[in-house]
């Protein structure tokens, strides 16, 4: 089943997640992909960015209230998302979000494949075994999101509004 939240902020972190996975375009901030975002990258303010392109990227609402929630309750936060890895982390360099993203995923797999991935990372760097009934993923690509229920059955799984 896919929760269908009015926005980020209203994403419920209870005490059984300990993984927070988000897509990155269309869920992190509000713009959609384009492989053809330039640097230099500079901040507007605390929500916006402006590419060297001049495309203001904007963070998505109530996305600074879902990572301090995870903050608080000690969740591991991680990214699987599609695109340059050097483009999408100089974006997120500028944007000085307060949470740490562990052995984030960024490129061209699957997101279910990159979420294997982050666990077998966690587990092998971090000694975090991870089952799928502690995971949320959130993301704005419906395919993106049956893809991951059907590798990880216990996964929750959010549609970014």
């Known amino acids: 089943m896919i929760d269908r939240p009015s926005s980020l902020a209203a994403v419920k972190i209870d005490e059984t997640v300990k993984l ?39 963070l998505s609402p109530g996305l600074l209230e879902l990572l301090n929630q995870a903050g608080e309750k000690g969740v591991v936060c991680s990214l699987a998302s599609i695109g340059d890895p050097d483009v999408v ?5 500028q ?10 995923q960024l490129g061209w797999n699957g997101k279910d494949a990159m979420i294997e991935e982050i666990l077998r990372k966690l587990e ?8 799928d009934a502690e995971i ?11 893809k991951v ?9 959010v549609k970014a509004p």
Not at 34 to 49: K, Q, S
Not at 124 to 131: D, V
Not at 149 to 157: D, H, I
């Open 20 to 58: 927070l996975v988000l897509d990155v375009d269309g869920t992190l901030w509000v713009n959609s992909f384009d492989p053809g975002r330039h640097p230099p990258f500079r901040r507007i303010d605390a929500n916006e960015i402006v590419t060297g392109d001049g495309e203001v990227i904007r």
């Open 89 to 93: 982390l100089g974006i997120l360099e």
């Open 95 to 104: 944007f000085k979000l307060p949470t740490k993203f562990v052995h984030p």
């Open 124 to 131: 092998l760097e971090e000694g975090m075994k991870i089952s």
């Open 136 to 146: 949320v993923f959130v993301d704005d690509d419906e395919k993106e999101l049956a």
């Open 149 to 157: 229920e059907a590798r990880f059955p216990g996964a929750k799984l």
